[in-house]
């Protein structure tokens, strides 16, 4: 691990591009390369909205705030230069893309990677996959299939791990990649990305979640806890046990308590809030 | 299996000077042919100038103004295979010819006129015919004139069909007898190479019982600068139990107006599938109606059509179920980029002793810009009542969540959108699996995609 972050979130504020609503209402945070973070939150609180508008999804609107990532500023790139700069976002709902089959998909991700008049190599590629299918103990066959077309909900998320493990980010974003999965597809999913950090330490991961079972299996070094579009605590992984234990109760009642010691400027957007939260 | 024709024997004739299109021509085409077709080329120039020009007013010509389209007056007939003043070839029609895929023979037209035609020794020992029109007038009078323009294709279909009927200067003539199965298809080159021109041809082929043959046709030539009219009638015979593929991939020049007439015959038993692939020209029409004859028969229509620009494609399709235990199935898919529009117009008709018809039709759509535009108008007219149909047609933009998730695996919006329609469109594609087709439609699509 080293010391230098490899994302640097700092006062992040966004809303959804056709209207005045305000999602994120402030978020800091600061991940290294290695460390696994967990966000954890009530619905609606921000957490998978924070994860697109990291990715770049053209519905979130940023409207103040800065996130550099590599030392890089981010929110200047396009969707797919912050792909290439290393990012990699597991999709909480995967798109179907008909008629595309996810070996098709993966070369063209991976061509997409390299300098122009470079080619990927059709047999490695095809070595590259099926060892990365087995992994995740994915049929060979999955390879053909159209990407998510007709997937159940935890062929999707396992697409997304494979993805993953094809591509090699060094930051990924999991969205609630551990809902929809039986407790044996949890396992080989949170195995798949276990070998995957074993294989790059340096590779740092974002992990979205309700529950605190997907953590029994990926060990985060912090645990943050997101209400109303910002992070309210962030301790080690006791604050998921307890959080598990306890529920968010707690935490949307101290949004109330807050709400009263903002600084007037700030009330409007505070008050919108209340009404999403 | 032959070689593909890289050298063609026929030497290619001087150039004639070309004649306007009116009764003058009729008469200067039909010097020294056989009474019977001369007699059917006047009589088609009658129907010709009988029937009004297609009106917009009329339901099948709604969305494609052929005065508008077409002048006939500014055209000029080429009867022969005049080519390049020097005799050379151009670049896109050689490397057409040098394509070498596994074929049972093929056809070379240019402007109109076979100048090449190889077939399988062996296959020609069965009794296989493949030949110009031009010669089989001689040839096989009797198999023309019993077929040609009478039953199939008549100049009574349209103004444009009775014109290609009185005019049309060669072709090609498949026939494949009884028992005869070709395991490779027949590979026709048609280059179109005079601006201004107007280019008439037929196709006819035949299959007799039991027998089986697949048939690809390639029109091309380069851009113009000035409305060049092609046209085509094409006419396809199953017989009894006999299986056809027809495939026409049209990658015409700009300024073309390209119009095809097609009527596919299928009786008892046969299986008859065609698929259109539209890429080229300015303006298409296709005309393609699918007879099914005799009980047991069944047609799939598939149709790929992918626009930009200005271009502009209209299909009109037909299925008639005539006999009882028919089957037919037809899907059109296109995209359109720019202000690219399409019209799909397709009828299921089936008839009152035609019980037990399956009959499907489906024709989508992906739009690819705010201005382009696509029209579809599905029919069925049903006179039995034991019959399953269905039809279906869709509109729809590119999926703004599918591109972003694409975006986020790293491809640029082009290779995103690049993937995305190839899948909308390769379903078409895998329905008719022909050696070379699936691969060469690919790669003229990522062309097209490349200048978006």
């Known amino acids: ?277 | 299996m032959s070689n593909s024709p890289q050298a063609a024997e026929a030497p290619i004739a001087e150039e004639e000077t070309p004649s306007s299109l009116d009764e003058s021509a009729v008469e200067r085409i039909s010097e020294g042919a056989p009474s019977w077709l001369s007699e059917r080329r006047r009589h088609a120039w009658s129907v010709f100038e009988d029937t009004p020009f297609p009106s917009t007013r009329s339901e099948e010509w709604r969305y494609t103004d052929v005065s508008r389209v077409v002048n006939l007056a500014d055209l000029r007939l080429v009867t022969d295979g005049g080519l390049a003043e020097n005799g050379s070839r151009p670049a896109g029609l050689v490397a057409a010819m040098e394509e070498d895929l596994a074929a049972s023979g093929h056809a070379v037209l240019v402007d109109g006129s076979v100048v090449h035609v190889d077939l399988d020794p062996a296959l020609e020992e069965q009794g296989v015919i493949l030949t110009s029109l031009r010669s089989a007038v001689h040839e096989h009078g009797d198999l023309l004139e019993e077929l040609l323009a009478t039953e199939v294709v008549p100049p009574e279909d349209g103004k444009l069909q009775a014109l290609n009927a009185a005019l049309w200067t060669d072709g090609v003539l498949l026939y494949v007898p009884r028992n005869v199965k070709l395991d490779l298809p027949v590979r026709v080159t048609r280059w179109v190479s005079h601006a201004g021109s107007a280019v008439f041809a037929r196709t006819l082929i035949v299959a007799e019982p039991e027998s089986q043959l697949s048939y690809v046709e390639e029109l091309l030539s380069d851009d113009f600068d000035q409305r060049t009219f092609v046209s085509s009638a094409v006419e396809v015979i199953a017989r009894d139990g006999a299986q056809i593929q027809f495939v026409s991939i049209q990658q015409l020049g700009r300024d073309v107006f390209c119009q095809s007439a097609q009527r596919t015959l299928a009786h008892r038993d046969a299986k008859l599938d065609t698929l259109n692939v539209s890429l080229g020209a300015s303006v298409t029409r296709l005309d393609l109606n699918s007879r099914l004859l005799g009980p047991g028969a069944h047609s799939e229509l598939l149709g790929l059509y992918f626009g930009d620009e200005d271009q502009h494609f209209d299909h009109n399709t037909s299925q008639d179920h005539v006999a009882p235990d028919t089957g037919s199935d037809l899907l059109y898919k296109g995209a359109l980029d720019d202000r690219a529009q399409s019209a799909f117009r397709g009828m299921i008709r089936v008839h009152r002793d035609a019980q037990r018809t399956d009959a499907y039709q489906t024709n989508r759509n992906l739009l690819l810009s705010d201005e382009c535009r696509a029209n579809s108008l599905p029919n069925l007219e049903i006179q039995a009542d034991d019959v399953r149909c269905s039809h279906g047609a869709t509109v729809g933009q590119l999926d703004s969540e599918a591109l972003f998730y694409l975006l986020s695996r790293g491809l640029s919006q082009d290779q995103a959108e690049r993937l995305i329609v190839l899948g909308f469109l390769g379903d078409v594609l895998a329905r008719l699996p022909l050696g070379g087709v699936v691969e060469k439609v690919t790669r003229a699509i990522e062309r097209k995609l490349e200048h978006v």
């Open chain 1, 1 to 277: 691990m080293s010391d230098t972050s490899i994302l640097t979130i700092t006062d992040l504020r966004a809303k959804v591009a056709d209207e005045d609503l305000e999602i994120l209402t402030g978020v800091n945070l600061e991940i290294r390369p290695g460390e696994v973070h967990t966000i954890m939150g009530p619905n609606g609180s921000g957490k998978s909205t924070l994860a697109k508008v990291l990715a770049g999804h053209p519905e979130y609107e940023v409207t103040s705030g800065d996130v550099v990532f590599k030392g890089q500023p981010l929110l200047d790139l396009e969707p797919n230069e912050r792909a290439l700069a290393g990012m990699f976002l597991a999709f909480q709902y995967p798109t179907e893309i008909p008629g595309v089959s996810i070996a098709n998909f993966l070369r063209t991700a991976l061509q997409a990677r390299l300098e122009d008049g470079e080619e990927v190599d059709l047999f490695d590629f095809q070595d590259e996959l099926l060892d990365r299918m087995k992994l995740l103990d994915m049929d060979p066959s999955f390879a053909e299939r159209p990407v998510n077309d007709g997937f159940s909900g935890g062929e999707k998320k396992r697409n997304e791990i494979l993805q993953m493990a094809v591509l090699r980010p060094s930051l990924a974003l999991m969205d609630e990649t551990d809902s929809g999965l039986d407790i044996d597809a949890l396992q080989i999913v949170a195995n798949g990305v276990n070998t995957l950090r074993e294989e790059n330490p340096e590779m740092a991961i974002l992990l979205i979640t309700h529950y605190q079972r997907m953590l029994n299996y990926i060990q985060p070094d912090a645990v943050h806890v997101m209400v109303g579009g910002r992070i309210v605590l962030s301790g080690g992984p006791e604050v998921a046990i307890a959080l598990e234990e306890q529920g968010y109760a707690d935490w949307k009642e101290q949004e109330g308590d807050e709400e009263g010691k903002k600084e007037e400027g700030k009330e409007e957007k505070e008050q919108e809030e209340a009404l999403t939260a």
